[in-house]
């Protein structure tokens, strides 16, 4: 009798924290950038900024599972990415890995608060964006504000795409 109820409990525990979800979001944060990065596309080097693959995953867990599924991916992923396959390099990990915090937060916050539209993803990719240059990188708000112009321009097609995951996801929730 006591070894069922230890099952029992112990699958409440697996279902509330969502280890499966987090497993599962981690391989696909983790893998969308290297499968970016080995299509031939020949556009150079800078798939992954432009793309923002790494986004996606974690996008998908903030709108749809519990809020620690997404922060939880969004901290780890990068690292993971990085000492497996070489990217981000160090110098862009922190602010990679704070943009994605920030970026997720900021969603997970308006989810639970208005509907899930596209349009949020915009606001939130912005902010983020030049909070984790200011914070990560040490930056002054001048110079902040020359890199944050220079990674929108680049990051403009993921952005997009960032845009079409949330809409998505909004309509479907709204099913």
Known sequence: MMEISQRMSLTRVISFSQWDKIIMMLAVTCGLPLFLHA???GLGENLGPRWLPIFYAP???GLCFRPHVTIIVCLCAPLINHIFFGMPNAQVLPVLTCEMVVFNAILVLLKNRIPVAGWQTIPAYFV???LALLISAHLTIQQAGGQFMA???LSAP???VLVLITE???RLQKR
Do not use: Q, V
Request: aromatic share 12%; net charge neutral; proline share 6%.
């Open 168 to 170: 998505i996801i909004g």
């Open 39 to 41: 299509l031939p596309f």
């Open 151 to 153: 990674s929108i321009l």
């Open 59 to 61: 996008l998908i867990a």
């Open 128 to 130: 983020s964006l030049f």
């Open 158 to 160: 993921g952005i997009l």
